[in-house]
């Protein structure tokens, strides 16, 4: 960790105590075992190109249900459809070898358990499951059935047909009656784009709301979203307005009573927040900033979001959120943002929890260096490592930030740091206890170059501290006797 690296030298610089010295490197090394341990693999093996896009519970069976992007070949030395389930005790089970005629679905979306049988939806169309076997098996290489819900006695299909086949009209969303017919759902196609694609649904205040990749004009409806409110397709504020046109609207979910809508849009109206929105059924809400520029515009999104005990996560490729470091995951509470301290080297597709963990799917191959590949368990105890507020995580404090030492130290009722190249600036000062939690904060105007803070109403510890200026940020770090 950086700033173990850090706090060594600082230690070795300083000539501190033997005692202090042998403290100090024994909480650096108990960190360092503790950030290690955040997540886990399931011990599926190499799954070839293939990742999970899918996660949902049969809670029924007690099951953890696996949707990959293609046919696994690698699960046990058997080539399997690209559907699994999981338990910690038995692994996984295969429910069939891959075989297109039985189960034809080539990459796996959604999953819905409706009447005893689990509906799958996918590239290629969908198939049913039922009493251990394939019952019904839709195939149509032209769509991309993205999601579905079921909808006043019938069911509601998601598709990305367009999507992928820009020159051809896109049905956008169909009705299904559970037998075989398939028809398009309220004129849908002629409030959009014919390029467009549906990816995500959601029934909020009982309207049907419709979100997904459409550019037509505030008026004509779509603008990545839709809202049927029983009669008439209705056009809220231009809806999201997207100015890159890189992407859309790829996920939606309702938390304390508010609609909150994720995916690849950078807008410059409503909140003016990137990535994701929050709609009451009248007005726009922000969401604590947003999520920042990290990997660059067209490269950011939000794939997916759940919510788990009183809390909403979010998952996709990005780097902050409202601010706070957040790697390709955040967690939401209504008020700040954290993350969980975790370096993933790969984007998140797939997100649910499962006997009372939260589990991960995509593309990535390593969590904090370790070989975690496609998927994960959570397993730290606490995700809060950073917050947009009251903690700070011991490992990324320092992170971006100039290091600078402060004197004496170990320190008694007053610490000095030498900032020559901030006299005459406000900055803002910071201290940490070791466990990450604020301890001080104030803004000091900086006239010499020096600065001196009191510290003589802080317990005996070790502590570290940010100055935050208009130029530069700084970390360092002291002990109080």
């Known amino acids: 960790m950086k700033i173990q690296k850090i706090m060594y030298t600082l230690l070795l610089n300083n000539k501190w105590t033997k005692q202090v010295l042998i403290c100090s490197i024994s909480f650096l090394l108990f960190h360092s075992s503790l950030f290690s341990q955040k997540w886990e ?17 049969d809670s029924a069976q007690d099951k953890l249900i696996l949707g990959a992007t293609g046919h696994l070949s690698h699960i046990n ?35 819905l358990f409706s009447n005893d049988s689990m509906i799958v939806v996918g590239d290629n169309g969908m198939a049913v499951f039922k009493n251990g076997q394939w019952i019904f098996n839709y195939v149509n290489q032209n769509y991309a059935f993205v999601e579905i819900i079921p909808f ?3 069911y509601l299909i998601a598709t990305s047909y367009g999507y992928f086949h820009p020159l051809k009209k896109n049905p956008l969303l169909l009705e299904w009656d559970g037998g075989t017919t398939f028809t398009e759902f309220e004129n849908i196609s002629s409030h959009a784009e014919p390029t467009a694609g549906v990816f995500t649904l959601s029934k909020y205040q009982n309207h049907l709301y419709v979100g997904g990749s459409a550019r037509k004009s505030s008026g ?4 990545d979203m839709m809202m049927f409110d029983g009669n008439n397709w209705v056009d809220k504020d231009g809806w999201i307005t997207n100015i890159t046109n890189l992407g859309g609207v790829n996920d939606m979910i309702v938390y304390k009573g508010d609609l909150y809508i994720g995916g690849m849009f950078y807008q410059s109206n409503h909140s003016q927040e990137n990535l994701i929105a929050r709609w009451d059924g009248q007005n726009w809400k922000n969401v604590g900033g947003g999520f920042g520029w990290g990997f660059g515009p067209g490269s950011e999104t939000i794939d997916v979001m759940h919510v788990h005990d009183g809390y909403l996560y979010v998952a996709g490729q990005f780097n902050r959120a409202g601010g706070t470091p957040a790697n390709s995951i955040a967690r939401w509470d209504g008020k700040e943002w954290c993350g969980c301290g975790s370096i993933i080297d790969g984007q998140i597709t797939a997100m649910t929890t499962y006997r009372d963990t939260l589990y991960i799917g995509g593309g990535f191959n390593t969590i904090d260096g370790d ?7 959570f397993i730290g105890s606490d995700f809060a490592d950073t917050c947009g507020s009251t903690t700070v995580g011991i ?3 320092a992170e971006e930030r100039l290091q600078i030492v402060g004197y004496p130290n170990p320190a008694d009722n007053t610490l000095h740091l030498g900032l020559p190249e901030l006299r005459n600036q406000e900055l803002e000062v ?5 466990t990450g939690q604020m301890v001080f904060q104030e803004k000091m105007y900086l006239q010499d170059a020096k600065l001196v803070l009191n510290i003589s109403q802080l317990p005996s510890g070790m502590y570290f501290g940010e100055i935050l200026s208009n130029t530069n940020n700084y970390v360092y770090s002291f002990v109080k006797q």
């Open 220 to 223: 004509g409806v779509m603008n």
């Open 371 to 377: 070989s975690i590949a496609k998927i994960a368990r």
């Open 41 to 57: 693999g399931l011990g599926l093996g190499d799954i070839g190109l293939a990742y999970f896009n899918h996660l949902s519970v």
């Open 77 to 111: 030395g058997v080539s399997s459809c690209s559907l699994l389930k999981w338990t910690p005790e038995n692994g996984v089970e295969i429910l069939f070898p891959h075989n297109p005629s039985i189960m034809g679905l080539a990459s796996i979306h959604d999953v």
């Open 395 to 397: 490992k990324t404090m």
């Open 430 to 434: 910071f201290i940490y206890s070791s």
């Open 152 to 154: 006043n006695n019938h």
